[in-house]
């Protein structure tokens, strides 16, 4: 079975720029989750869907980021503009259900702002 | 307050000793809860789901107190292998994965 899928793996810009990353989550799993992980610290929670629809995004700084996922499988998650503290890795995660514990993770776009 | 809290670390201990790591978690309405394993540079993969009556998994025993609102994970024999950030994570009742910070565990030969 193949796997939470993301790219691009590596990203650096500079500050101001914009970026966008994409992930493609395990087939039939309704729900998909991004997440940011700082260095250091465990991953945070940004955005929750379930199929094309958000369920949770107060964690999601709505001034500069934005997240869809039009069709209900493939999601992209966009930086505009980025800042220094943007910096992290980019996690995405699926699960079967929205009331499903289990999450599969995809392996991560680490960002760079200089 | 962080909803779930650990000991960064790091823990250095030499292979084949026993290590333990504990975690507290704040929001008692939590329903589930696991420790995931976090290789550097890679993305958190579960290790195992947490019970009440606890939980074995060969090397691997996970504990947890409700009442204290506490979480443990012991690691026997370790491994070299074995080196590696311990998330504690937390299901919480609004259906999402509350993640620590991480214990970080070296093993040394």
């Known amino acids: 079975e193949a796997g939470v899928a993301q790219s691009p793996r590596y990203k650096i810009i500079e500050k101001r720029q914009s970026v966008a990353f994409w992930c493609n989550p395990i087939s039939g799993h309704a729900t998909l989750y991004w997440y940011q992980q700082i260095l250091g610290q465990g991953p945070k929670l940004l955005i929750q869907f379930q199929n094309n629809g958000v369920v949770d995004d107060s964690q999601l700084p709505k001034d500069r980021f934005s997240a869809e996922r039009l069709k209900g499988v493939d999601s992209t998650l966009k930086i505009q503009p980025a800042k220094l503290e943007d910096s992290a890795v980019y996690l995405c995660a699926s699960s079967l259900n929205v009331d499903t514990d289990t999450q599969y993770f995809g392996p991560g776009t680490r960002l760079t702002v200089l | 307050r962080k909803e779930v809290e650990q000991d960064p670390g790091p823990f250095n201990v030499p292979e084949g000793a026993t290590v333990a790591f504990n975690c507290t978690y704040s929001n008692s309405a939590s329903q589930s809860f696991f420790w995931y394993r976090q290789d550097c540079r890679k993305e958190p993969k579960l290790l195992m789901s947490?019970?009440?009556s606890g939980n074995e998994d060969g090397r691997f025993t996970a504990q947890l107190n409700r009442a204290s609102q506490y979480i443990s994970l012991l690691i026997r024999d370790s491994k070299l292998s074995d080196s590696a950030t311990y998330l504690c994570v937390a299901w919480d009742s609004s259906y999402k994965l509350i993640f620590g910070s991480g214990t970080r565990l070296l093993v040394r030969p």
């Open positions: 947490v019970y009440s």
